[in-house]
């Protein structure tokens, strides 16, 4: 089983700024897609950003130009840098990702989520 750690949400007023961490634990070989998902009181979750192995990034068009997703390939850490917060960001933020755990010869996929991390913007 690969768990993923979260870390960074809390509570921010309007136009603020929060920095989430994800990293999984365990023998991971490679990663194939991180990303950043949300859910929103009453609503679905949905991507809010993602980026491959080989650094193809996608954001959702609501956080375009304040969100940031980078990655720490030696540390198999993701992060979501979000600026200019906003309201309508307050969500559960879930890391999500896809890979191969194992070492050669032996490897398994695994996508895994994380516990969720509570993010709250003020106005």
């Known amino acids: 089983q690969v768990q993923l750690v979260e870390s960074g949400g809390g509570l921010v007023q309007a136009g603020g700024s929060l920095r989430l961490s994800c990293a999984p634990s365990?023998?991971?070989?490679?990663?194939?897609?991180m990303a950043w998902y949300r859910r929103a009181p009453g609503k679905q979750r949905d991507l809010v950003a993602d980026?491959?192995?080989?650094?193809?990034?996608d954001y959702a068009d609501s956080v375009k130009g304040r969100f940031t997703i980078s990655r720490d390939k030696g540390k198999n850490t993701v992060y979501l840098q979000m600026n200019s917060l906003k309201p309508e960001d307050t969500a559960v933020y879930y890391c999500?990702?896809?890979?191969?755990?194992?070492?050669?010869?032996?490897?398994?996929?695994?996508?895994?989520w994380g516990q969720g991390t509570q993010v709250t913007v003020s106005s």
């Open positions: 980026i491959t192995s080989g650094g193809s990034i």
């Open positions: 999500n990702v896809d890979g191969y755990r194992g070492s050669s010869g032996s490897l398994r996929s695994f996508n895994s």
């Open positions: 365990g023998s991971i070989f490679s990663i194939n897609v």
